[in-house]
């Protein structure tokens, strides 16, 4: 079973900065694609960032030159590092990876629970 934790969330002013890390375990090859997306109360899911094994990127409009999503060089890690946040940003972030559980395997879709982030004004 492969699990993805998120972790980092928390209260911060507008303006401020955070840094949230989703980390794989269980039985898993490899993740291929690994992203963040969010959900605010009332709205549907979003996608916030997607970064690829090779390390191309994919941001939302509504965050791009604020967020920067990266990975560690195992791969299996990935981190949105966000600042100038606003309260709009206030939403749960959750984490999602397509992970193979052999080489060249098919590719098979894994969410984290969600950490929480709220921005004041």
């Known amino acids: 079973q492969v699990q993805l934790v998120e972790s980092g969330g928390g209260l911060v002013q507008a303006g401020g900065s955070l840094t949230l890390s989703c980390e794989a375990s269980?039985?898993?090859?490899?993740?291929?694609?690994m992203g963040w997306y969010r959900q605010a109360p009332g709205k549907q899911r979003e996608l916030v960032a997607t970064?690829?094994?090779?390390?191309?990127?994919v941001y939302a409009d509504s965050i791009k030159g604020r967020f920067t999503i990266s990975r560690d060089g195992a791969g299996n890690t990935v981190y949105l590092q966000m600042s100038s946040l606003k309260p709009e940003d206030t939403a749960t972030y959750f984490c999602?990876?397509?992970?193979?559980?052999?080489?060249?395997?098919?590719?098979?879709?894994?969410w984290g629970q969600g950490t929480q982030v709220t921005v004041s004004s």
């Open positions: 999602k990876g397509y992970y193979t559980a052999y080489n060249d395997g098919p590719n098979f879709p894994s």
């Open positions: 269980g039985r898993f090859f490899s993740f291929n694609v």
């Open positions: 970064i690829t094994s090779a390390g191309t990127t």
